[in-house]
């Protein structure tokens, strides 16, 4: 069987988020009434003229550092002429000859073998109004149009699904944390496009495009279909042509939207209503020192404060409670962690908000692991008082007292405590002493009854080990 190898090129737009359009003050969010945030440039009526967001530039050049690209300092827009339902201006503003951004790269690590993913050029430019179809109408919603969207297109290097799939996860990671997108591509501020073509000589096969994928995982399988699709004809001896086409993820199977019979002509020409641009080095390196820190240091961060790799790669993939993590000075990030991760995010899930819409601040977080770690209050108290945590202003000692939590600390108080129960279970200390292990839990929860639960489990259980041994 002829042995066909793939080359892969992926082109992804990802909507900036800006607080405005890229050439209209409307707002730009999304999930708003349909329409609702469209005006008169938005529509493309006769007579409006568009106006530069700089907010827009600004994420476009931290899209560029953190992708490794050469920043153009001197740049224009292009008019894209086209004519589609969604484009009522009959033509697209974009970066046609002097794209933001070019020859940058993404790194990938498959297995421990690392690879840089190129990217020919980075552009920016506005995106289309929303189709809705239904039924046999087709219906547009213009809050989408306008929004600021930044082009990357890899070049043809990618060889595998895998290695598509591996450069787009590293691809959202690093616009996600630099906070360029929220890269959602279930809402589709991130959209993907893959290019394939299969050959079994050094000349590159026919080219295939697929459109709109609706996940990463899903670009990783339309790939490995197409690939299969196109080499199940060419062994037939059929001669392919360019096509179009989309995937269709409940059938597996990618489907013909159109072919390409002949090339699109845009008619590019610079854009006559808004005027050319020069960015300096200082305007980008002021930029550049407002990054946050990125995913690769964070997670060098917490791994060294001794949190566990499952635990740090949770923290990592919940940007809310990554970026809650950041606020923490002078707190053991690996009790936080461990909060943050298991009750913390239970309630969050719960009510179905962000970390930051609640009461626990940093100060709070930072006593509340310091108490923990202390002995002072214990995981049981802790499960009782989360909602009051999360949702009240008082402090942890407001909190503790209003909940009645007053827990034993001092080592003679629970010592004796601890003696007390032994004298009254003599039987089960014998069979602990002859090796039953299981007197043990019994005891430890004879300690915790008798002390109505106000002794740290963790500290007791250790104190219990302790005189229990000097019996023998």
């Not at 990592?316 to 936080?336: F, H, Q, R």
Request: include cysteine.
């Amino acid at each position: 069987m002829t042995d066909y190898k793939k080359t892969i090129g992926i082109e992804v737009h990802v909507e900036l988020k800006t607080k405005e359009k890229l050439f209209s003050p409307m707002i730009n969010n999304y999930g708003s009434l349909a329409n609702s945030n469209a005006n008169i440039i938005d529509l493309g009526l006769p007579g409006v003229l568009p106006t530069l967001n700089r907010e827009a530039i600004d994420l476009a050049i931290r899209a560029c550092h953190v992708l490794h690209c050469k920043i153009n300092h001197h740049m224009h827009f292009d008019r894209k002429n086209y004519f589609y339902p969604d484009n009522p201006k009959n033509f697209q503003i974009t970066q046609e000859r002097t794209p933001i951004g070019r020859d940058g790269y993404v790194e990938i690590n498959d297995n421990g073998i690392k690879k840089k993913i190129e990217i020919l050029e980075m552009h920016i430019e506005e995106d289309t109004a929303k189709s809705i179809h239904a039924k046999n109408n087709t219906l547009l919603d213009f809050n989408r149009a306008g929004v600021p969207l930044i082009e990357i297109v890899t070049k043809p290097c990618i060889k595998s699904s895998r290695e598509a799939v591996l450069y787009l996860e590293a691809l959202r990671e690093l616009l996600l944390y630099a906070k360029v997108s929220d890269c959602k591509i279930e809402e589709g501020s991130m959209r993907c496009d893959a290019n394939i073509s299969i050959s079994n000589s050094d000349k590159l096969g026919t080219k295939i495009e697929i459109k709109n994928i609706g996940s990463i995982t899903n670009v990783g399988l339309a790939i490995e279909y197409d690939a299969r699709r196109q080499e199940e004809l060419l062994s037939k001896g059929e001669i392919l042509k360019e096509e179009t086409r989309r995937y269709d993820a409940k059938l597996d199977k990618t489907i013909l939207m159109r072919v390409k019979e002949t090339g699109n002509d845009y008619r590019y020409f610079p854009e006559p209503d808004i005027p050319f641009f020069t960015i300096d080095d200082e305007y980008i390196n002021n930029i550049i020192s407002e990054i946050p820190l990125n995913a690769y240091k964070r997670r060098e961060k917490y791994l060294n404060a001794g949190i566990n790799t499952i635990n740090v790669d949770k923290i990592i993939a919940n940007i809310d409670i990554c970026d809650y993590m950041e606020t923490l000075n002078d707190v053991n990030l690996k009790t936080a962690s461990n909060l943050l991760l298991g009750d913390i995010s239970a309630y969050l899930n719960k009510k179905n908000i962000s970390i930051f819409e609640t009461k626990l601040t940093p100060s709070k977080m930072k006593d509340l692991v310091e108490k923990l770690d202390g002995n002072i209050i214990s995981n049981k108290n802790f499960k009782e008082i989360v909602v009051d945590i999360m949702e009240s202003d008082l402090n942890i000692d407001e909190i503790l007292e209003k909940n009645n939590i007053k827990n034993v600390v001092d080592n003679k108080e629970i010592e004796s405590l601890i003696n007390k129960v032994l004298e009254n279970n003599l039987n089960v200390v014998s069979d602990y002493l002859n090796g039953n292990e299981r007197s043990l839990k019994y005891l430890m929860g004879q300690v915790m009854k008798e002390s109505h639960g106000s002794i740290n489990p963790a500290k007791a259980n250790e104190m219990l080990v302790k005189l229990l041994e000097v019996k023998r």
